[in-house]
């Protein structure tokens, strides 16, 4: 299907990936295929030849043939509590064994709910679990859990007919955790979750540093100007990339130039920029910023400039130019490092979206914006300003900033790939077309 003919709640963030956090806690049955295959990110595969010692091997999750009574099913974790905007099924390359059927539950269980479950071992397929491990799921009441998508039937995995998308307006709860049901059993391709992520922020929370661009913090991706070769969404997943696929790749630009020259400050003389714009997680003060570009080694940007605005409402009014205030200036970017970037920040904010903009163009694979909730005096709302209320941003040198703060940090490699950032001073033009929000 086009991009642009697909339901407009797939432009939220996916919160059943892997790579984003998603997790399968228990499946009644692996045997064909197990149940993390249809989490992958990557479009599912189908390889002619290619055998287990159990059956042909398939590129989702697939049960063996039922004999016995009931239907399989499985848990899974999301990557947070997660307002569900809708569902993506994919059945690609299963035709004479694809689920006929499937409805979906959901709960909002504790953080300590998956320790009821038993351990997922690495190689699952060709095993069921034991009695005794359903009966530790039992404690879960699962088959309690509010059905938020009635047995819906779907087709077989050919081009034609593989997707099926179904909208949730009706059930608007957070839910962390959902049970997948098939009736009675066969495989899936893929199963995409799509929702918004909502952090709860608490008046004590304020002083208390998290990575605010983060999805599982609720950061989202906007809209944006190219994704040729990667999404934006990549930028804010809660690991490092795995390759160049898992980051946010631009084509190149076709108005640079036939020979490339520098200018009297030492810069590119390119014109042309690509944009993405975030939402936060909530409105927030900046303390520092990653900018990774693991794995781009010679399609990494010259340089990156990051703005920041305050959005209250829904987020789907028009971006000008004129809304955004500079957070970081052009800031010289090197290939395959990540920049770990504090001192350059011009204004921290408070903030709820960014623009992130590459020049001229290439590769970005992770950003982080570590940041402190900024509490709504008024309202004690931090996840927008008073609509009558204007927010004034602060310049970097008038925030102080707590040393007992602890710093939810991502792992990051101390050695050959962290660098130290250089700001440019170009005055070079860097014309944005106007942007709508998803």
Same mark, same amino acid.
């Given at each position: 299907?086009?991009?642009?003919?697909?339901?407009?709640?797939?432009?939220? /963030?996916?919160?059943?990936?892997?790579?984003?956090?998603?997790?399968?806690?228990?499946?009644?049955?692996?045997?064909?295929?197990?149940?993390?295959?249809?989490?992958?990110?990557?479009?599912?595969?189908?390889?002619?030849?290619?055998?287990?010692?159990?059956?042909?091997?398939?590129?989702?999750?697939?049960? *063996? +043939?039922?004999?016995?009574?009931? @239907?399989?099913?499985?848990?899974? *974790?999301? /990557?947070?509590?997660?307002?569900?905007?809708?569902?993506?099924?994919?059945?690609?390359?299963?035709?004479? $064994?694809?689920?006929?059927?499937?409805?979906?539950?959901? %709960?909002?269980?504790?953080?300590?709910?998956?320790?009821?479950?038993?351990?997922?071992?690495?190689?699952?397929?060709? &095993?069921?679990?034991?009695?005794?491990?359903?009966? !530790?799921?039992?404690?879960?009441?699962?088959?309690?859990? !509010?059905?938020?998508?009635?047995?819906?039937?779907?087709?077989?995995?050919?081009?034609?007919?593989?997707?099926?998308?179904?909208?949730?307006?009706?059930?608007?709860?957070?839910?962390?955790?959902? &049970?997948?049901?098939?009736?009675?059993?066969?495989?899936?391709?893929?199963?995409?979750?799509?929702?918004?992520? #909502?952090?709860?922020?608490?008046?004590?929370?304020?002083?208390?540093?998290?990575?605010?661009?983060?999805?599982?913090?609720?950061? +989202?991706?906007?809209?944006?100007?190219?994704?040729?070769?990667?999404?934006? !969404?990549?930028?804010?997943?809660?690991?490092?990339?795995?390759?160049?696929? #898992?980051?946010?790749?631009?084509?190149? +630009?076709?108005?640079?130039?036939?020979?490339?020259?520098? =200018?009297?400050? #030492?810069?590119?003389?390119?014109?042309?920029?690509?944009?993405?714009?975030?939402?936060?997680?909530?409105?927030? =003060?900046?303390?520092?910023?990653?900018? #990774?570009?693991?794995?781009?080694?010679? $399609? %990494?940007?010259? @340089?990156?400039?990051?703005?920041?605005?305050? &959005?209250?409402?829904?987020?789907?009014?028009?971006?000008?130019?004129?809304?955004? =205030?500079?957070?970081?200036?052009?800031?010289?970017?090197?290939?395959?490092?990540? @920049?770990?970037?504090?001192?350059?920040? !011009?204004?921290?904010?408070?903030?709820?979206?960014?623009?992130? /903009?590459?020049?001229?163009?290439?590769?970005?694979?992770?950003? *982080?914006?570590?940041?402190?909730?900024?509490?709504?005096?008024?309202?004690?709302?931090?996840?927008?300003?008073?609509?009558?209320?204007?927010?004034?941003?602060?310049?970097?040198?008038?925030?102080?900033?707590?040393?007992?703060?602890?710093?939810?940090?991502?792992?990051?490699?101390? =050695?050959?790939?962290?660098?130290?950032?250089?700001?440019?001073?170009?005055?070079?033009?860097?014309? @944005?077309?106007?942007?709508?929000?998803?």
């Amino acid at each position: 299907m086009v991009a642009d003919q697909l339901p407009d709640f797939t432009k939220c /963030t996916e919160v059943a990936a892997l790579s984003c956090g998603g997790k399968v806690i228990f499946a009644s049955d692996d045997f064909f295929a197990a149940a993390e295959g249809m989490l992958r990110d990557n479009e599912p595969i189908f390889i002619a030849d290619k055998y287990t010692d159990y059956g042909k091997w398939m590129d989702g999750w697939e049960t *063996r +043939r039922k004999r016995t009574v009931g @239907h399989d099913w499985c848990i899974i *974790r999301l /990557t947070g509590p997660t307002s569900i905007k809708g569902f993506l099924i994919d059945t690609a390359h299963f035709t004479g $064994n694809y689920v006929p059927k499937i409805s979906i539950q959901a %709960a909002l269980l504790t953080a300590n709910a998956d320790s009821v479950a038993p351990s997922r071992k690495p190689d699952v397929i060709g &095993r069921a679990p034991s009695n005794r491990d359903f009966d !530790k799921m039992a404690r879960l009441k699962s088959n309690d859990w !509010k059905t938020i998508v009635e047995m819906t039937e779907l087709k077989p995995g050919y081009d034609e007919t593989r997707y099926t998308y179904i909208s949730n307006t009706e059930y608007t709860d957070k839910y962390t955790h959902l &049970r997948l049901n098939l009736y009675p059993d066969g495989g899936i391709a893929r199963f995409r979750v799509y929702g918004d992520i #909502d952090l709860d922020i608490s008046p004590d929370m304020s002083n208390t540093i998290l990575d605010m661009f983060a999805m599982q913090n609720g950061g +989202r991706c906007l809209n944006y100007s190219n994704a040729h070769y990667g999404h934006p !969404k990549n930028l804010n997943k809660p690991s490092r990339a795995l390759n160049m696929g #898992d980051g946010w790749e631009t084509a190149r +630009r076709l108005d640079r130039p036939a020979i490339i020259e520098m =200018t009297e400050k #030492d810069v590119l003389n390119v014109p042309g920029c690509e944009w993405a714009i975030f939402r936060l997680g909530t409105m927030s =003060t900046i303390v520092s910023i990653d900018i #990774d570009t693991n794995h781009f080694k010679g $399609n %990494a940007p010259e @340089h990156v400039t990051i703005e920041g605005t305050t &959005r209250g409402g829904d987020f789907s009014t028009t971006f000008t130019d004129s809304d955004w =205030t500079v957070i970081l200036d052009k800031v010289k970017i090197q290939p395959h490092k990540l @920049h770990c970037i504090k001192k350059e920040l !011009k204004n921290v904010g408070p903030f709820n979206c960014v623009r992130i /903009t590459m020049a001229p163009d290439g590769g970005i694979s992770r950003v *982080r914006i570590f940041g402190q909730a900024f509490i709504d005096k008024q309202n004690g709302d931090a996840n927008k300003p008073a609509d009558d209320v204007p927010v004034e941003n602060v310049p970097v040198e008038n925030v102080a900033i707590n040393a007992g703060n602890s710093i939810e940090i991502p792992e990051k490699n101390t =050695t050959e790939n962290v660098e130290s950032v250089e700001t440019v001073t170009s005055d070079t033009n860097q014309q @944005h077309e106007n942007s709508t929000s998803d």
